[in-house]
């Protein structure tokens, strides 16, 4: 609440609350569950999506979340730095009487690793940093122009962290191997639809499944940019505040050791149906392909879940020293309702990319498309509802949108299983997120 509070548009609260979850799921790498039989942690892939001067910039204020966390590290690395040099000169004074070890060059900290690092340079400061990194970048041009010489790196490595999967690259010119071991890395990014195809060029392409998508579509307008002119209230120190409580809040919750998270048996089964459910959807209005990016967006809604649980837990950390035994974390109901229901949006919005990717290479991106298929309506009538609404409200906008009736009326039920709704007495809901 904290994070998306005084959002400007709905475009801009879901840009900055999906992007925080995303900055986020870095700094919680001592956190992992299991989920098909692997174990998987937090990390998440994000593109927000929009033409130039539409709001995707609304991305680097959750930068600020993390900076205090990359700002520390860069700090110890520092220290760290002139500690070697220092041991380094008395090394070479004294190193033909003393027999002295020679130093070992200290690893370069950081959180956020810059996104134009070649891929070995990526992989390295990985390295140097126990395979943990957040690639952020608000330009797209930025990580386009390293791509163009190092785009089948980059993307091989991309892939394998994903599932954190050892990354290893070799260069014979420089006689260089680079290897990381369970890469846990979050990737937030922001570029125009062009910039979109330089990084995935296709459909076919395993990089796309393994992103959330958000696109934020043209609305012509002039919005009012002087709604404050205090600094203290601009969002920029707003951020600020907040990235130095998570900052503290974080410090404590590492302290205290590694978590294990788990979902209940109820929303298990729940989870089940609903992927079995909008598989089926994506299956038979877009084309079977859409299987392998409805299996992987429920990887994405479980760590969704477990940033959410995670961020939860920061409030309720028992003060006391380290311990080896695992904390448990078990998700609540509500924040499963809220990852579900952020899945079903960046599912619509990878349909949306999937079917651009799969068209004419050629084509550029339409972000002024209109919507299509039953997933789209059923959204399109979901955003119509008011917070709190009636039956006959519902009814109502049935009726506007032209559905039929007797099928809206299994959509609410569906919204109700997917978390959208919840039914605050009979014939009145209220919407969830």
């Not at 910039?57 to 930068?63: D, E, Y």
């Not at 922001?190 to 392409?205: S, Y």
Request: with cysteine; net charge neutral.
């Amino acid at each position: 609440n904290e994070v998306v509070n005084n959002s400007i548009s709905v475009d801009d609260r879901d840009t900055i609350l999906i992007g925080a979850i995303v900055c986020l799921s870095v700094c919680f790498h001592n956190v992992c569950g299991v989920y098909d039989e692997r174990i998987v942690y937090p990390n998440l892939y994000l593109f927000v999506v929009a033409d130039a001067g539409m709001g995707k910039g609304a991305l680097t204020l959750c930068r600020e979340l993390v900076a205090p966390i990359n700002r520390n590290l860069h700090e110890l690395s520092k220290r760290m730095e002139q500690e070697y040099k220092e041991a380094m000169s008395a090394y070479i004074k004294g190193k033909k009487t003393d027999g002295m070890t020679m130093p070992t060059e200290p690893p370069m900290r950081m959180l956020i690793i810059p996104a134009n690092s070649s891929a070995s340079s990526f992989l390295k400061i990985l390295g140097d940093n126990d395979g943990i990194g957040l690639l952020f970048e608000s330009e797209g041009d930025t990580l386009s122009q390293t791509l163009k010489s190092d785009y089948g790196n980059y993307s091989d490595v991309l892939r394998k962290a994903f599932h954190h999967e050892l990354v290893s690259l070799s260069r014979r010119k420089d006689r260089e191997y680079c290897e990381v071991s369970n890469p846990r890395v979050s990737v937030a990014l922001a570029g125009t639809p062009e910039q979109v195809r330089r990084l995935i060029p296709d459909a076919e392409n395993g990089l796309m499944s393994r992103f959330c998508f958000y696109i934020i579509r043209f609305k012509r307008g002039i919005r009012n940019v002087f709604a404050t002119s205090d600094i203290s209230q601009s969002k920029n120190a707003m951020f600020k505040l907040l990235g130095d409580k998570f900052c503290h809040l974080h410090e404590e919750f590492v302290r205290q050791g590694n978590y294990s998270f788990s979902l209940p048996s109820d929303l298990q089964e729940q989870f089940i149906e609903y992927l079995s459910r909008v598989n089926e959807e994506c299956c038979d209005e877009v084309n079977n392909k859409m299987q392998g990016v409805v299996r992987r967006m429920g990887l994405i809604a479980y760590r969704i879940m477990m940033v959410l649980t995670a961020v939860r837990h920061l409030d309720n950390v028992i003060h006391k020293s380290s311990s080896d035994e695992t904390i448990q974390l078990v998700c609540h109901e509500f924040d499963y309702s809220i990852a579900m229901s952020i899945c079903d949006t960046l599912l619509y919005h990878a349909v949306f990319i999937y079917q651009n990717l799969s068209g004419n290479q050629s084509k550029r991106f339409n972000t002024d498309s209109q919507e299509t298929g039953v997933y789209a309506r059923r959204n399109t009538l979901y955003n119509m509802l008011p917070d709190i609404f009636t039956k006959k409200d519902y009814d109502a906008a049935v009726l506007t949108l032209g559905e039929n009736g007797s099928t809206a009326n299994k959509w609410i039920e569906a919204f109700i299983k997917d978390g959208k709704l919840c039914r605050i007495e009979q014939g009145k809901y209220r919407k969830i997120f």
